[in-house]
């Protein structure tokens, strides 16, 4: 068994694994060293991912493991997301008495999202999901007490059931019909046997299952609510690394379906409606970690336009990536500013920052920037893939969709703007210190950079491809 | 190097400003002004190596940038390109050395001046496509931040309106531009490449699409008729510099990129489009007049005479472009009246809006009927007014009727009818700006003028620069007329 190619994987679980017990003996005035251990772990798991980086794309573990440009990219995502969280959260949870288990949950999410970016197997996606979602669960009621984020939790746990059981149910339709679980195998018999009954609801189900991952219409209600009341770090987690491993999950599985079902349309109709509801919701919200969830959730919908076409245009995975990319780290970027303010999340708190505190205030106006799309920040090269892999492949609705939705973005990313720049007020609260200022400074000029460099993010993307399965 | 400077001299220049929080008010000033004084100079220098017998596209700087989409960094101008990239850095310069209230923070202020000083000349420099629409929307961020935090009355309102707007009319611009790349083969945002390619030509329903979407997002920035409500906002509640760079400037934006793009690049698919363009050119021309004369508001009717005359523009526009080959002598006048338009519009109207300024800054109100009989009182201010009025409206031996008789001349060659009812728009403009003389400068001084100071020298110095080139230009245009001809012959097809 070529235990190598799960070098990056192993090391997280023994990390995580040994991070817990560290947890239980350590005193609590020395739990910050579990910090360390994670991000020393991230940093080697990355480094491993990237030693193998030119390796040749295949399917390990008997066909269940998926190793190609896409899942690599993805988990060097998911990786450093997750590295920046774990500074972020370094004095964030120092006073939590669990501060030390904090970590190893950190590191198993990763794990969940790696699974599901680079699962080629039915039941391995099954595993990766629910990894995923126990500890997304865990992790946004990390403040128990507080009774915010209870209801946060509750919401993200409720319907994550919901969603859950209906993508197991879509998997077991499938079993049903061709008696396999691993991707080539239903990829083969789907294109003999599609029986359009079976397959569009389990279709269907699947979609839903992983669409509450992504944070997608009509099950993204935990979205907003963990964005505003799970830990601020939490709140960057969950919004970024579930939707990069689902997003990846989501393109996989939508290779398998045979070519005469017109799957295409309903992901279309999906982005649409999940990038217009998530807008037109934002709009009205007065609570800036609110309205950053009900953002994400629109960019759920921008990501969607790349799965659309991703069997008919050949871009249209590095498309996604890019995007995913942007997308992250300019989510970053912001929450790392608001973690910096220690969690302010009204919008009023945030009156006149740009003269107390330019360089966050500069941030934060930089990363919605970056979401709008404005050039040449990271997040415009995302949208511009995004917007040629939609026209290439036929659907120039959905792109004029997607501009009309970016002209309603700006109004709301404009009120935070307009509220940072040209309103002043006296107050000036403390700030959580240099750990999560380097962060913010950090993301934030890697929106700035990664724009102006785009040509190595887009040239990285474009190396990868999802593993052929037929 | 010389394009490459005339951008990165006031992009650091603007870094300079927002990095180091120590400038001081005059400080600050002054650096803007010298750093807006290179790129006039690079710009001169540029005009003085601009060979008229030479290829369309010269100057040529070229560097890759994101090679994996065939996006380079690449800047050249033409002679279109040069008099309007000339006439922005003059503009700027003026708006730089013109005193301004900045509240308290000078530094900002100037930074964005300067910032959006770099994206402006960007847009006329680039020639790649992809580059343009990059600075193109810089250029929203920047004035944006100029209106919503140094404008007046309700500036956020006028500022998030101006963003929303023309931010629509932008991404309809990409969404063109990605339409044309994507039938270019080899795929490329080159613009040279592109127009030698004509990549939709004969491609029917999708050179269609393509040639709306980029009229409507042109439209939107230049502005014509029915896509313009956000200008009158912008305009008013911007403090003056920046609507003399608005209306100068970025206005500009519309026509030079109708010109550079969907007519050099579409030329097929413009020749059908030309008479819907010439027809809503015609609308802008006379609703912006009517709609001025209508106004009791000084600079909301300098702001609706700018949808007047950007509508000349656009009829020389529609006009050269209205064929595919014959009539080269009316429709090459048409587009070189185009130009010269621009041009003129740029000094004129960024001459007439710092006077607006220069108002405010004295009587905090805009109203016509406030004023009155100040023609003895500040006669610096009243002569330079009344010669700008003059050149909007078109009065020979001055700029703006070079360009106006070259429109009109070349769209008696093509479209003698919208010519002959487009006319009528210089005797509307000429009532209004008479009647805004009288109403400003005659009749009886109200008591609250009588210590009313006339124009400082900064002022006259600015103001006296833009109007002196208008001069220049009306009465010796050969220069500019030539520089511009080079490359109006080869659109036309005669070159």
New interface residues.
Partial sequence: MPVADLLPELVLLVGATGIIVLASFLPHRLHGLCALVAAAVLVASSGFVLQRWDSPDQLAFSGVWALDGGARFAKLLIFGSALVVAVLSFRWMAADRRHGEYYGILLFAAIGAVMMAAAADTMELIVGVLLSSVTGYALVGYHRQWSPAQEAAMKYFLVGALANALLVVGIVLLFGLTGATGYTELAATLAANSDPWVIIPAFVLVLLGLGFKLGATPVHMWMPDAAQAAPAPVAALVTIITKVGAALALARFTMLMPDTLAWQWAVALLAGVTMTWGNLAALGQTNLRRMLGWSAVSQTGYALMAIVVIGTVDRALAALLVFLAGYAVANLAVFSAVVYLRGRTDLEDYRGLARQRPWTAGVIILSL?SFLG???LVG??GK?LL??AA??GGY?WL??VA??N??VS??YY?RVI?TL??TQSEQNAADLGWPAAAAMLVTGLAVLVLGLG??GL??LA?SGALVMLR | MILTAALAVPLVGSLALALWPGWSRSAARIWAVVVALVPLGLMAVAWGRFDTQGALFQLVEEAEWVPSLGMGFRLGVDGIALAIAAMTALVFFGAAAYPVDTRGSARQYYAWLLFLEAASLGVFLALDLLLFYVFFDLTLVAMYFLIGRWGHGEPQQAALKFFLYTLLGSLFLLLAILGLYLSADPLTFDMRELISQQPLAGSGTMAGVVMAAFLLGFAIKTPLAPFHTWLPRAHVDAPAPASAILAGVLLKMGTYGMIRIPYSMMTETFVVWALPLAILALVSILYGALVALGQKDLKRRIAYTSINHMGYAVLGIAAAGALFSGSEAARSMALIGATVEMVAHGLITGALFLIAGSFWQRGETYALAEYGGLSARTPKLASLTTLAAFASLGLPGLAGFVAEFHIFVGTFGVYPWLAAIGLTGILITAALFLRMLQSLFFGPLPDRWKDLPDLSVSEFSVLGLLLLLVVVIGVYPGPLLEIIGTSTGWMVGAG
Wanted: hydrophobic residues 70%.
């Fill in positions: 920037l404005l050039p040449p415009f090269f511009l917007f040629t026209i290439e120039t792109a004029v501009v009309i970016t002209v700006l109004f404009l307009a720049m040209f785009a040509n887009i040239g474009q």
